[in-house]
């Protein structure tokens, strides 16, 4: 089993920023990617962001040159910077460990607000 535990969000302006993190513990190294979903009520889950163990990024065309992930190994923690974020960015993001090409572990979602 892995726990995934995120923090960060908030409410923030349009224009502004938020660094999202989320630490995992227990079964890491089952893991070949971790990464970020966000989701807003009657919408599909969308992917934002995944990292690789081998260190490759993608990232969702909504988001691609605003958002950067990243990981710190040691820490088994992964980041995620919110940049030049727009109202349509408003949603709860969750942290997704990704095992066997699949997304089997969650958080509990941390909520981002972005204000116009």
């Known amino acids: 089993q892995v726990q995934l535990a995120e923090s960060g969000g908030g409410l923030v302006h349009t224009g502004g920023s938020l660094r999202l993190s989320c630490a995992a513990s227990?079964?890491?190294?089952?893991?070949?990617?971790m990464g970020w979903y966000r989701q807003t009520p009657g919408k599909q889950r969308e992917l934002v962001a995944l990292?690789?163990?081998?260190?490759?990024?993608h990232y969702a065309d909504s988001v691609k040159g605003r958002f950067i992930i990243s990981r710190d190994n040691a820490r088994s923690t992964v980041f995620l910077q919110l940049n030049a974020l727009e109202p349509g960015d408003t949603a709860v993001y969750l942290c997704?460990?990704?095992?066997?090409?699949?997304?089997?572990?969650w958080g509990q979602g941390t909520q981002v607000t972005v204000s116009s």
């Open positions: 990292i690789t163990r081998a260190g490759r990024e």
């Open positions: 227990g079964k890491v190294d089952s893991l070949d990617a």
């Open positions: 997704c460990g990704r095992r066997n090409f699949q997304p089997d572990y």
